[in-house]
């Protein structure tokens, strides 16, 4: 009976017309409402935006994968586009039961298939996916208002921890000088290996850092209270090899952000350093290092020689007057200090959100003070040479131990001489992976190092207290001679005086 049902169905199906089939069809899906009390919503893969997938079907993916495809009997195994792990989530035709506040739901997964195979210009209208949830109707509320938000913060959290993390740059362009190349940020994979456990550095101020960090990854909620952007400035400042770049990769590993490593010298105006801030996003840190070094942002212009006083001659044709339409040449950067500080702290600043800005710099007192004042570069962190605290980490890096006997030795000489951490690590590692050095013979050789620059400080030390020396002698000696021909003139005119006045003398007598 079913299956003659069935037949006759197919049959009157191709004989009733469309519209009246499309009433039969309106009718049964009525009555089926009408009697089951289960609520259905459809997720997409495409959205409005045809050409891109819908954020909220990745992020349901990616909260079923995490929560939901262990009780799956069809799995899908995939490397999606930016991940560094294999997305395990729910096969086509498939179903799986969720719980939320005592409520279950079903998750159906599908494809639709297109009617007839024609080239589309657009995605969604040819093979697509979608889920469906499915619901009492008594848990209408507590699914559109709670369930859903939460699926997707949970998504876009599962998407943030696995997907592959990148190091960003800006290039010039290309395209000669005439600005036809295109600028932006161009990237590739971020995968340098350093974290807090082996950043060298002393374990109270890495542990105050590391809490700096966590209270602003968790203070969305505090910023938008006091009424601050959410963005945090960080100054590392140190002598060369102390780790600056290190720290600024820890910091990534640990926040699991993205990182922007903007160079000053190939943005040739403050437009264009707004724009580039405007395309970064959020969960990322911006990075200028050597901001003393990267442009000139004292708003002072360099004075530039004429023609005629080069040496040689001045033919070049430089002072030619310039020809209508003909591009002004840019040997550097146009960036003010002015537009710097706006891209630190000014209205565009609160474009997005979750973002660190980080300047590196040798020489902290090059930099302008109000450059590095708090509320831009909120905290200052300075990288320092090496101390014994940081040694033993180095020590436990590459030599895997925690005590030895050179370790009084080498404490004394670190507090005597100034060495960085690069230094060290350097005397600590192997020769060769063939000659292999055990930890005697290493921890002897940075000995021998600490040793040698304590005795190149000492005569460095004392050449320089002989050349001040010998410049204040010589200051002296100028000092003098500048005064002996000061006085020269006036013992001259004390002599003509006196010679005048036994003049007179001698002439008085004789009269």
Not at 111 to 133: A, D, F, H, T
Not at 318 to 338: A, C, F, M, Q
Not at 368 to 377: E, F, V
Not at 395 to 412: C, Q, V
Request: aromatic share 8%.
């Amino acid at each position: 009976m079913v299956g003659s049902f069935f037949f006759l169905w197919s049959v009157v199906q191709n004989h009733l017309p469309a519209s009246l089939r499309h009433r039969l069809s309106t009718w049964a899906n009525a009555l089926t409402s009408y009697l089951s009390p289960y609520l259905e919503i459809t997720i997409s893969e495409h959205g409005a935006d045809r050409f891109q997938r819908s954020e909220f079907f990745l992020a349901v993916e990616a909260y079923l994968s995490d929560a939901c495809a262990r009780r799956a009997r069809k799995l899908k195994a995939e490397l999606g586009k930016g991940s560094k792990s294999l997305q395990v989530s729910v096969g086509d035709d498939d179903h799986v039961t969720d719980t939320f506040s005592g409520a279950d739901v079903w998750w159906h997964a599908s494809k639709k298939i297109p009617r007839s195979q024609v080239m589309s210009w657009y995605p969604g209208m040819e093979e697509s996916r979608l889920y469906k949830l499915v619901f009492h109707r008594r848990h209408r509320d507590l699914v559109v208002d709670e369930y859903l938000p939460h699926v997707l913060d949970a998504g876009r959290t599962v998407t943030a921890k696995n997907r592959q993390r990148r190091l960003f740059t800006n290039g010039s362009g290309g395209g000669g000088g005439g600005g036809g190349g295109k600028k932006g940020w161009s990237h590739v994979a971020f995968e340098h290996p350093a974290t807090f456990d082996t950043l060298a550095m002393d374990p109270e101020k890495k542990q105050e850092v590391v809490d700096d960090l966590e209270m602003f990854r968790d203070g969305k909620d505090y910023y938008a209270k006091v009424g601050k952007a959410w963005k945090r400035g960080y100054l590392l400042f140190g002598p060369p090899g102390t780790g600056k770049s290190t720290m600024i990769a820890a910091m990534a590993n640990y926040l699991d952000y993205d990182v922007y490593d903007l160079e000053l010298t190939t943005v040739s105006s403050n437009t264009e350093l707004r724009k580039l801030f405007i395309e970064t996003k959020g969960k990322s840190i911006i990075v200028i290092e050597d901001i003393d070094c990267s442009a000139d942002l004292t708003g002072k212009r360099k004075d530039k020689k004429k023609p005629e006083d080069k040496p040689g001659g001045g033919g070049d044709g430089d002072d030619r007057p310039k020809l209508p339409g003909e591009p002004e040449k840019e040997d550097s950067s146009k960036v003010t200090l002015s537009g710097l500080l706006n891209f630190i702290d000014g209205l565009w600043s609160a474009c997005g959100g979750e973002r660190i800005i980080v300047f590196t710099t040798n020489h902290k007192d090059k930099l302008d003070p109000a450059l590095i004042r708090r509320g831009r570069m909120d905290k200052h962190i300075e990288m320092s040479y090496c101390c014994f605290e940081s040694f033993k980490v180095l020590a436990k890096n590459y030599l895997d131990t925690t005590e030895h006997e050179l370790f009084g030795e080498i404490r004394t000489l670190l507090e005597e001489t100034e060495m960085s951490p690069a230094d060290v690590a350097e005397n600590l590692m192997p020769v060769s992976k063939k000659k292999k050095r055990d930890t005697t013979a290493c921890l002897e050789g940075l000995v021998e190092a600490l040793k040698k620059a304590k005795e190149d400080a000492a005569a460095a030390a004392k050449a320089k207290e002989e050349e001040e020396v010998k410049q204040k002698a010589e200051a002296e000696a100028k000092e003098a001679a500048k005064k002996e021909e000061e006085a020269a003139p006036e013992a001259e005119e004390k002599k003509a005086e006196g010679g005048d006045d036994e003049g007179k003398e001698k002439t008085s007598e004789s009269t």
